[in-house]
């Protein structure tokens, strides 16, 4: 199985970013959750796609994503709370969990399970 069907398989609202920051898969929960349907987000940058900010309202994503670099650096990533943007512009306070999946290969991504 790779690493693209393996969000598909997830319940709950789910995406994986490449190393390059770029949304790789987008399940179906989370196209139900903010709106956005996945060829309208596949192979966008995250920080275009998903805008979030920090609960204060400061800017989280950006093409230098900390959490792409963490995991890259192969530090662990802890849930942490986020406002994102829904396809409509709406805010969304939600927490999300990382989990980054590799195969054999070369293959890498980052999953985000969103947990509004």
């Given amino acids: ?9 997830v319940a709950e609202p ?6 390059t920051h770029r949304i ?3 399940n179906e929960p989370c196209e139900r959750l903010t709106g956005c349907e996945a060829p309208s987000v596949l192979g966008k940058p995250c920080s275009q796609v998903m805008r979030g900010t920090d609960v ?6 950006d093409e230098k994503c900390p959490v792409v670099n963490m995991c890259l650096d192969g530090e662990r990533v802890n849930p942490f709370e986020v406002i994102l943007r829904t396809a409509d512009s709406m805010t969304l306070r939600a927490n999300l969990s990382i989990v980054v999946l590799r195969q054999v290969s070369s293959e890498f991504g980052i999953m985000h399970l969103v947990n509004p």
């Fill in 56 to 61: 204060f309202g400061n800017r989280f994503c």
């Fill in 1 to 9: 199985m790779d690493i693209l069907s393996i969000v598909d398989r």
């Fill in 14 to 19: 789910a995406f994986l970013v490449d190393r």
């Fill in 24 to 26: 790789a898969a987008w």
